[in-house]
């Protein structure tokens, strides 16, 4: 398959990966920034075959390892009402909130149903004008967009019956409060390829010169990962802090001019709380007043909700990179992806859930050629 195969060709991984050993002379804790990044880190056994002075460290980006729990019980008291069908995608329906998830309203008989675009749910407003329809809008810099998109789309459309539960984030605050933490380990970022090709790499060469940290823009194979991974190092070892774009296959500096004016016109910038991380200010988007009619916060008028996350869960410390998910006494015993006690056990991109797939269980580290798809695996090796 184009574009993919050829970034998993082993004699190319094998050739970075002889430069890396090459380059490093001293420890380096490098961060991948998004939870795609680190379940191809795990899926292909990358971290185990680096040098063992590379410390890959898991960063906060996972859209709904992060949606704050009064997101949750938010959108789990709206989908609850008898007038109201609540789309989302898939995997928001297992996030647990305080005591129950989407999964188990629905089998109490709310209209929970599962979209794979903003757009179905907005069709399905179209065919329901008796009902309102909420679409659960969460995630980065990449979802927003056709979120936005799609409420533009209502009004223009006269949908009325059509709202938004918004809790979109942004990185660059998220970069700049990880390294502002007294307890920050993190020499070096891959940034999120997918973010920078909406958003592009203007916010980074600040960051980059603030915290004196090399960021290089990284995308999600194999190939991308190890090539991020040697320009940071090498950048490390020189004692630079330059923002670097690898993944110039995607990225253009100035990113997708036409999702950021829809960006810029739907949403304005306002303080968000990270689950498991606690408020973070300027990190989110909500949408602009002109578009108040269809937040669904503020049509549904929910207010403020008592929230309780289970004592058990330290997602906060994962998503910090504070510790590795094995290193949580709840994981693989009362916390497992059947019973997620946090999101981020749940998520596709969670890297509790990536611990537990791969079998990431902890005690003596498993060699790649002992995990079931390493680089050897999956052709790259
Ligand atoms: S293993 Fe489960 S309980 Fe532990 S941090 Fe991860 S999600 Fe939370």
Redesign the pocket.
């Known amino acids: 398959m184009k574009y993919l195969e050829e970034f998993q060709n082993p004699d190319l991984a094998r050739r970075l990966l002889d430069e890396i050993h090459a380059t490093v002379t001293r420890p380096w804790a490098l961060m991948e920034v998004c939870g795609g990044q680190t379940h191809s880190i795990i899926r292909h056994g990358i971290d185990q075959l680096l040098p063992e002075q590379i410390e890959l460290i898991h960063g906060p980006g996972c859209p709904v390892c992060v949606t704050p729990l009064d997101v949750i019980d938010k959108a789990l008291e709206i989908a609850s009402r008898p007038d109201v069908i609540f789309c989302s995608f898939g995997d928001m329906l297992r996030v647990p909130g305080t005591g129950r998830d989407l999964f188990q309203v629905r089998s109490e008989g709310g209209d929970v149903r599962v979209v794979y675009s903003p757009l179905d749910a907005l069709r399905i407003a179209q065919q329901n004008p008796d009902k309102q329809v909420v679409f659960f809008g969460i995630g980065f810099e990449t979802t927003a967009p056709p979120n936005a998109m799609t409420v533009h789309q209502a009004r223009k459309l006269g949908i009325r019956n059509f709202s938004l539960l918004v809790s979109h984030v942004r990185v660059p605050p998220a970069i700049e409060a990880i390294m502002s933490s007294a307890d920050c380990r993190v020499q070096a970022f891959l940034a999120a390829g997918h973010v920078c090709s909406v958003m592009g790499i203007e916010e980074y060469p600040e960051l980059a010169e603030r915290f004196r940290v090399p960021i290089v823009v990284t995308g999600f194979e194999p190939l991308d990962i190890l090539e991020g991974v040697r320009r940071a190092v090498r950048q490390l070892e020189r004692g630079e802090h330059t923002v670097d774009n690898a993944y110039e296959r995607a990225v253009r500096p100035e990113g997708n001019l036409a999702a950021k004016a829809m960006l810029a016109d739907l949403f304005e910038v306002t303080d968000r709380a990270w689950r498991g991380i606690g408020m973070i200010p300027h990190s989110g988007w909500r949408l602009a007043e002109k578009y108040r009619e269809f937040d669904a916060e503020h049509r549904f008028q929910v207010g403020e909700i008592a929230t309780q996350e289970?004592a058990?869960?330290?997602?906060g410390e994962?998503l910090q990179g504070l510790i590795k998910?094995h290193e949580?006494e709840?994981?693989g015993t009362?916390?497992t992806p059947r019973t997620?006690?946090?999101?981020?056990?749940v998520s596709s991109e969670g890297a509790?859930a990536a611990y537990y797939l791969y079998r990431r269980l902890g005690g003596t580290p498993t060699r790649p050629e002992q995990n079931q798809q390493t680089l050897e695996g999956t052709s790259v090796g």
């Open positions: 289970p058990a869960c330290r997602a994962v998910p949580c709840a994981f009362a916390c997620p006690l946090g999101a981020t056990m509790c």
